[in-house]
C-alpha cells in the first residue's frame, strides 16, 4: 500500500507565499504522474498543477506564473510553490499521484488527505 503525506498549508496574506510538500510512502512502489488539486468551499475539485516523472508541467491558467511544481523522484516527493498568492486561492490542496505496485505496470490513483491554504489579511 501508497500513503501520500501532504505539508505545508496554512494562513498566509494575500501576495505572500507557502510551499507544499507531498511525500509518498510505500514498498515497492513506482510514481508516474503527480498532481495538485484544490476544492474550495461549494466548488468542485479542480486541478492546480501537474507533473511527469521527466518534469513536464502542467498547470491551470488561474495559476500561471505564480505557482511552480516540481518533484524529486529519488525521494517520491512533488512540491508546490505558490507565490503571489490571491483569496481566490483560498482552499484545501489535494496531492494526487499514479502509482504501479511492482511488479505490476498497472496505475491507480492515491490521494492525499489534504491541506488547507488560506489567503488573507
Known amino acids: 500500500q501508497v500513503q501520500l503525506v501532504e505539508s505545508g498549508g496554512g494562513l498566509v496574506q494575500p501576495g505572500g507565499s507557502l510551499t507544499l510538500s507531498c511525500a509518498a510512502s510505500g514498498s515497492n512502489f513506482r510514481v508516474y504522474v503527480m498532481g495538485w488539486y484544490r476544492q474550495a468551499p461549494g466548488k468542485q475539485r479542480e486541478l492546480v498543477a501537474s507533473?511527469?516523472?521527466?518534469?513536464?508541467?502542467n498547470y491551470a491558467d488561474s495559476v500561471k506564473g505564480r505557482f511552480t511544481t516540481s518533484r524529486d523522484n529519488a525521494k517520491n516527493t512533488v512540491y508546490l510553490q505558490m507565490n503571489s498568492l490571491k483569496p481566490e486561492d483560498t482552499a484545501v490542496y489535494y496531492c494526487?499521484?499514479?502509482?504501479?505496485?511492482?511488479?505490476?505496470?498497472?496505475?491507480?490513483?492515491?490521494w492525499g488527505q489534504g491541506t488547507q491554504v488560506t489567503v488573507s489579511s
Open positions: 507533473i511527469t516523472r521527466g518534469s513536464t508541467t
Open positions: 494526487n499521484a499514479a502509482v504501479a505496485l511492482l511488479p505490476s505496470t498497472t496505475q491507480n490513483a492515491y
